[in-house]
Nanobody, 124 residues
Framework: QVQLVESGGGLAQAGGSLRLSCAAS????????MGWFRQAPGKERMFVAA????????YYTDSVKGRFTISRDNAKNTVYLQMSSLKPDDTAVYYC?????????????????WGQGTQVTVSS
């Protein structure tokens, strides 16, 4: 049974930091990549970052480059999103997702497993 569980969301001030975690279970073959997406109220779900389990290659959307870092701990089956220099525009529900195959993608439709999301709120 595949399960992705996000944690670490909360309230931060602009310029602050948060680290999100995604605990993955049931993804046993490692032939996929993990992604973080976010969705603000009234907006579409947008790609944030992705990482490959086996290649350790990362990919970021332009708006978070230099501020966010995606990483993974294979032994813990956990993916992280370290968010620094937070901005109010980062406010959203953040979702962890898994895509079959190791090729990175920013297209949400290619991700087949999703967590329930964790709220990140950044105040001005």
């Amino acid at each position: 049974q595949v399960q992705l569980v996000e944690s670490g969301g909360g309230l931060a001030q602009a310029g602050g930091s948060l680290r999100l975690s995604c605990a993955a279970s049931g993804l046993t073959d490692r032939n996929y990549n993990m992604g973080w997406f976010r969705q603000a109220p009234g907006k579409e779900r947008m790609f944030v970052a992705a990482i490959s389990w086996i290649a350790n290659i990362t990919y970021y959307t332009d708006s978070v480059k230099g501020r966010f870092t995606i990483s993974r701990d294979n032994a813990k089956n956990t993916v992280y999103l370290q968010m620094s220099s937070l901005k109010p525009d980062d406010t959203a529900v953040y979702y962890c997702a898994a895509k079959l195959g190791s090729a990175l993608s920013r297209v949400s439709a290619t991700y087949v497993y999703w967590g329930q999301g964790t709220q990140v709120t950044v105040s001005s």
